[in-house]
Nanobody
Framework: QVQLVESGGGLVQAGDSLRLSCAAS????????MGWFRQSPGKEREFVAV????????YYADSVKGRFTISRDNAKKTVYLQMNSLKPEDTAVYYC????????????????WGQGTQVTVSS
């Protein structure tokens, strides 16, 4: 069982940066690949980034590639999403999720989800 708690969201202006954190409970955090997804009103939840259990593999959505960076600290049981050059279209609730899969990009492949943190980017 893994419980996930996101933090770090907020209201920023276009071009600003934010770093989201996702703290996990449970002893097997390092066994899980960790992903970030986001959902804005009226839209489906979309993949943002994923990192493998070791941190050696990462994938990003095309819309955030070059601006966002996912990382993890297994000793702290935390995964991060550094978001730079934020745009209004990045406005969404951001969720972290854990999976025993390799590094999937589909939401249904994830086993555990956090409650989400709101990111709002004003123009």
């Amino acid at each position: 069982q893994v419980q996930l708690v996101e933090s770090g969201g907020g209201l920023v202006q276009a071009g600003d940066s934010l770093r989201l954190s996702c703290a996990a409970s449970g002893r097997t955090f390092s066994s899980y690949a960790m992903g970030w997804f986001r959902q804005s009103p009226g839209k489906e939840r979309e993949f943002v980034a994923v990192i493998s259990w070791s941190g050696s593999i990462t994938y990003y959505a095309d819309s955030v590639k070059g601006r966002f960076t996912i990382s993890r600290d297994n000793a702290k049981k935390t995964v991060y999403l550094q978001m730079n050059s934020l745009k209004p279209e990045d406005t969404a609730v951001y969720y972290c999720a854990a999976t025993t899969g390799w590094a999937p990009r589909l939401a249904h492949e994830y086993d555990y989800w956090g409650q989400g943190t709101q990111v709002t980017v004003s123009s």
